[in-house]
């Protein structure tokens, strides 16, 4: 007779998983997946505005070539890396290809930092990042955005009083889910303080080229500083192409640990983005498109908070990315989400994105992915969930 089957008695899953905060913008997608709300939830382009004539017509091109069903290298295909390379004005030998930024930023923590390392993060945190470091236990310490973007004052008083990170995290430009971008001061305050001190800066950049109003800051300059790109807001999430502009050391260890979690990205995908990127007057032209929408867009929104809201909520115009972050005094947001789904309306309320401050009367709104008229309609609907709250 076979000895019965003993199930473990212990806790499924490792340390590390269990100290990972599940993702509330995750868990809403199901709920926005239901054609009667509108969401102001997900991070997520415009569908309407993903080029697939063009990607259709990518994968023609480069299906011509047996080669790109292939396997490539762990670092990526040579091609789509000489091209991200030109771009971001680099040595290619600087760049390695993810399968989005959000798997460079997994590996870079697996590479970087060991338990207990002290990480460096703003409050509100991108809620990727956050768990990207706390799969690796480290130690996270969350200072609040200014509005200039990272608060170095608070971090170098921090530094003075011998706190030691491993690694300082931001989102530089239209930073999620706060919009902020950090101000060329803020930028070359950061790359002293890593040069004085010795950590990496890890600057996460996927909405960069959404700018529709404004002037571009240049990015953080400094050798201590690790950009992470991505194809997925201006050619198409599923795609999946990101990538990391490092040192080449840096670039080592992260190819390493890519051999273990996947061998390679797609070779397929990674010759299509190079084909649609190197087009630099058809790449221009679709992304001028796409920022435009999004302005107009945001503008819709911001429009339809005056006249909902007057100044009774509090925010700042959005200047480029896909979100305004709202503060609504006086309302757990929590709360509110509850009562809104009822209306036919969603969005992330703050608390999703704290560390160790309070931002319960904050929502984040996503103008991306919802037309002009639709942006109005939600708004309507928001208000009359306040209303009910």
Not at 47 to 72: F, M
Not at 96 to 125: C, F, K, M, R, W
Not at 186 to 211: H, K, M, Q, V
Not at 357 to 376: H, N
Request: hydrophobic share 40%.
């Amino acid at each position: 007779m076979p000895h019965p089957l003993t199930l473990p008695t212990s806790p499924i899953g490792s340390a590390a998983l269990r100290s990972v905060r599940g993702s509330a913008i995750r868990d809403l997608l199901a709920v926005t997946e239901r054609p009667e709300v509108l969401s102001l939830a997900g991070g997520l382009p415009a569908t309407e505005l993903i080029p697939s004539v063009r990607i259709a017509d990518a994968a023609q091109h480069v299906l011509r070539n047996r080669d790109a069903l292939q396997y490539t290298a762990s670092c990526g295909a040579s091609r789509c890396r000489e091209v991200v390379a030109s771009t971001d004005n680099v040595d290619p030998a600087r760049i390695l290809l993810t399968h989005g930024s959000q798997q460079a930023l997994s590996l870079l923590a697996q590479a970087l930092i060991d338990p207990g390392d002290v990480v460096i993060v703003d409050d509100p945190v991108y809620v990727g990042a956050l768990q990207a470091f706390q799969c690796v236990r480290a130690h996270i310490v969350a200072l609040p955005i200014t509005d200039s973007g990272t608060n170095t004052a608070a971090l170098a008083a921090l530094l003075a009083g011998g706190v030691r990170p491993r690694v300082v995290h931001t989102v530089s430009n239209f930073h999620n889910p706060s919009g902020v971008t950090a101000t060329k001061g803020t930028r070359e305050e950061l790359a002293n303080l890593a040069e004085s001190y010795g950590f990496w800066i890890i600057e996460d950049d996927p909405y960069g080229r959404l700018r529709f109003d404004g002037e571009p800051q240049s990015p953080i300059p400094d050798e201590s500083v690790i950009r992470l790109g991505s194809a997925s807001k201006t050619l198409a999430p599923a795609l999946r192409v990101g990538w990391l502009n490092a040192p080449p050391a840096i670039v080592s260890l992260v190819e390493r640990l890519k051999q273990c979690a996947d061998l390679c990205g797609s070779t397929l995908n990674q010759l299509m983005v190079a084909e649609m990127l190197s087009d630099t007057s058809w790449f221009e032209s679709h992304v001028s498109n796409v920022t435009s929408e999004y302005g107009t867009r945001a503008a819709a929104l911001t429009s339809a908070l005056d006249d909902a809201f007057g100044s009774s909520v509090e925010y700042d115009s959005p200047t480029g990315g896909m979100f305004c972050w709202i503060r609504f005094p006086r309302c757990d947001t929590r709360e509110l989400l509850n009562v809104a789904l009822s209306h036919g309306v969603a969005f992330v309320p703050g608390a999703a994105f704290s560390v160790s401050t309070d931002m319960s009367e904050f929502a984040r709104l996503s103008f991306a992915t919802l037309s002009p008229q639709e942006l109005r309609e939600a708004v309507r609907r928001l208000r009359t969930a306040i209303d009910d709250v």
